[in-house]
Every structure is written in C-alpha cells, then in structure tokens.
C-alpha cells in the first residue's frame, strides 16, 4: 500500500517511510491510496471471532501488503493484551470502555501498535546501521503515558517525553516518569504548547536531524491512529453477539459517539466504516472547544485557540485529523468544498457540552444508572441521549478510566473511586526527569550531545 499526503505535494511512501517520518515532507498527513472493503463473509461470522483476530483481520486489510502476515498476527496479538468491553449503561446505550490497557486511556492501543510495528521495520533493517531511532512528543498528560508505555523496553528506539513542569496531575506524571530504560521525560518550564513547539522546531532543525533520526507519535501518525478501528469492529461484533443471544432489537441500526480532541479516534472509526463496518452514522462529541462542531454547522472551517476544560485530553483548537477527514470525504480533492461538507454531515453530527453540562451529565448518570463516567466519556454519553432517534441503538467511546480523574471524579460525585492497582504501582516507583527551559536552543544543545 502506498501512502499519499493531504496536501499532495509529497511523493507517495510505503508504510514504512510513513510510518518513520510521520508527517509527510509538505506537512501533510498521510493517507492510504484504498481502503479495502471487508468481506460479507467476515462481517456474517464477525461475532463468532475474538478481539485478536477481528483486529488481524483489519489490521491484513491495511498493513498485509507491507508486514509480513506472521509478524502482523504477532504485532496485533502483542498489542491487545487487554479487552475493550462493552457494556449496557442504559437502554440502548453502550459503552465501549477503551480504558482496560496499561495507562488506561485508548490511546494505549494505536501507541503499542505503533511501538511493534516500528520495532519490526528497524529489526527489518537491521545491519543497515542507521542507529536509533528517536521519538519526540509532547503531553498535557495523557499521551505521553501512552506512547512511554507503550514503547517501554522496544529496542532501537528512544523516547523523550516533554511536559509542562507542575501542570500534568501527580497520577499522569508518575506514568512517565517513574519508567526508565529507553524513556526520557523532559519537565519543560512552560506550558504545553512551549512543548509542542520545541517539538516541532526539533523535526523541522537540518543540523539535528542530521545528527539523530527523529518522528513523532501523535496521532498523525498513520501506525498510532488506524489501529484504533480494530475496537469498533469489537464493538460491533459484541453486540450483535448479545443481540444474537437475546434474538432482539435485530433491526436496529448502529450509532456511534466519539469523544474527540484531535479527532483521530474517530478518523479511525470512519476508515472502519468505509471498510464496511455497519454504522449508519458517527456523533463527534466535543467539550467547549467546538470548531468541528461549528464547521458541521456552518461549513466554515475556523481554527481559534484552545479552551481549558474538565475534559482536557479534548482541549483542542484546531485538530490535526480534520484534514483527513475531508481528504477523505471529498475524494482527495475531487469535489468542490459544499459537496464535501454535504458528504461529511450526512454521515457526521456534532455535539458540544460546556464544563457545567458536564458535571450535570456526570451525576445524573450516576444517579439513574449506578455508572460512573469521566468527564471525557460524559460528552459522548449526553450525545446519545440528546441525539439517539427511534430505531436506534448507540455506543460511545469510555475513553478513559475515571480514576486517572480521581481529584474531579470524587467531587462531583461525592464518592471515594478506587485506584486501580496498575495506576497504584506507577506511583510507587521514583520520579526522574530531566530538567528544561522552554528554549528551543537549550532543547537542541542537550538533544546533539545525546
Ligand atoms: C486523546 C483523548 C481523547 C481525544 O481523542 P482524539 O483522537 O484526539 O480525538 C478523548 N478522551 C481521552 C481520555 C483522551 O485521552
């Protein structure tokens, strides 16, 4: 399979290449040239497969022509080593809980895919001695647990983790500073977007790049976000499980809601669809930060600066997946801007919940149906009730455990959560990182003498 950017003015790259670089010479992001339809076949027996080999299954469909089929069946084994359940919250609407991995956030998947797959292309290489290769990102806290996790212990690769000193919660800093090995957390003294920067002044510095082999492993990345579609063909081969079980609801269509920042999840989900997952149409649930939600509206595409919110891992103000989306839905460029927003919102709707809303989401769920939600998962979970028609039958993304919250979750429910033991044993391990400035010259002078 051959990759394209969405800007179009980069040559075309194997998945390797894509998957190396990240960002395609132009700044675009890259995209697979097809998208391959699943069988009928796969689809009618769907239920009767596990987690593992649903995702081998998607996961041949788009990196089979690139990695060879035992090492895939490998990689995906090897990176859902937990579950991703669903469960009845109240009628008609489920909860895909994405929260059951090592950091307990969803993005655990598409970062542990992305660490085995990058492994196998450097042991590919091998004697090519092109040295290590060195990823760099920057977290407000949940993705740079993720990503550290996630590449702990993968040989051939670095990882330096750059966060706002004093600005992660004491839960998420633990989960990447406490590692070792192949893992560098570097405390910026700024705030996020200092990290971001120096981030991007690193991929764009000749002379560093000279000196070290560098890429990103945010969700542009094409191996961090294109395995996050495996759990929605989970998703819906165990309800049609239950549903085959119960021999009810057969007729009712699917729905599903995604709590979006950067909107790679649901990227994901609707690369699923185009390969024949039965969705008959997608809710993007965003917090305060609305600039989707307006552009579904208005067509107008408007990027401002983000908002702070109780979801903040959705604090986004102009997210990176947006261009794949309308890459997507119109054709590469093929149809004019009004034909795309059409294409786009007759699959796509929009939701957006303030702070106050949240809570209010928090507790009356709690209330009604003994579930706790995080604030993240309360978006997804009030679009469903506001937007769910007869007929229908509906699933939202549980993004995050609600404990890796515990500060905001215990407030606004009045109860005491519990610390899963995984969360406990990070924060019994000791703390190590390496002191910054939020200068771009004192990042580049400690990474060249690395
Ligand atoms: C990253 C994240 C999101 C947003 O996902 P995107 O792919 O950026 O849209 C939502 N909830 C949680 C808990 C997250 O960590």
Do not use: W
Not at 37 to 60: E, G
Not at 196 to 224: C, G, P, W, Y
Not at 332 to 344: F, P, R, S, Y
Not at 424 to 433: C, L, P, T, V
Request: hydrophobic share 40%; proline share 4%.
């Amino acid at each position: 399979m051959k990759y394209y950017s969405t800007n179009g003015q980069a040559p075309v790259a194997d998945l390797e290449k894509a998957v190396v670089k990240g960002l395609a010479e132009d700044r675009g992001l890259y995209m697979p040239e097809k998208i391959h339809r699943l069988p009928k076949q796969f689809f009618d027996d769907i239920h009767t497969l596990s987690f593992r080999d649903i995702a081998y299954n998607v996961a041949s469909n788009f990196f089979g022509d690139d990695v060879d089929m035992d090492a895939l069946q490998d990689i995906v084994y090897d990176t859902l080593s937990f579950d991703c359940p669903v469960v009845e919250v109240s009628p008609n609407i489920y909860a895909l809980e994405l929260f059951h991995g090592p950091t307990l956030a969803f993005k655990d998947v598409g970062a542990r895919f992305m660490a085995r797959l990058l492994g196998y292309f450097l042991r590919r290489r091998a004697g090519a001695a092109d040295g290590v290769v060195n990823v760099l990102v920057a977290t407000s806290g949940d993705t740079g647990s993720a990503v550290a996790n996630g590449f702990l212990g993968v040989e051939g690769i670095h990882v330096y983790v750059l966060y706002p000193k004093g600005k992660v919660s004491p839960i998420q800093e633990c989960q990447f500073t406490t590692l070792g090995q192949n893992i560098t957390a570097v405390e910026v003294d700024g705030v996020f977007d200092d990290c971001q920067r120096l981030v991007k002044s690193a991929f764009m510095d000749e002379e560093l790049n000279r000196h070290m082999r560098l890429t990103s492993a945010n969700s542009i990345n094409v191996a961090r976000f294109l395995p996050q579609a495996f759990y929605y063909f989970n998703a819906y081969a165990r309800l049609k499980e239950q549903i085959v079980n119960s021999k009810s609801s057969n007729s009712k269509s699917l729905v599903m809601c995604v709590p979006s920042g950067n909107f790679g999840n649901i990227c994901s989900a609707l690369f699923g669809h185009q390969m024949g997952l039965p969705v008959s149409r997608f809710i993007a649930a965003n917090n305060a930060n609305d600039v989707v939600y307006q552009y579904l509206k208005t067509g107008k595409y408007e990027p401002k600066a983000s908002i702070q919110t109780l979801a903040n891992a959705m604090d986004v103000g102009d997210p990176s997946n947006f261009a794949r989306i309308v890459n997507l839905y119109s054709k590469n460029g093929e149809l004019t801007e009004e034909q795309t927003h059409k294409a786009i919102t007759a699959l796509i709707s929009g939701a957006t919940y303030s702070d106050e809303q949240i809570k209010q989401t928090m507790k009356q769920c709690y209330k009604e149906t003994g579930y706790v939600l995080d604030p993240h998962g309360a978006c997804g979970y009030q679009a469903l009730k506001d937007g769910l028609r007869d007929g229908e039958i509906g699933v939202f993304c549980e993004t995050a455990h609600p404990a890796k919250f515990k500060e905001k979750v215990d407030d606004i429910l009045g109860i005491d959560i519990e610390i899963p033991d995984r969360l406990k044993a990070f924060m019994e391990g000791e703390k190590q990182s390496v002191e910054m400035t939020n200068s771009f010259d004192d990042f580049k002078a400690y990474l060249m003498k690395q």
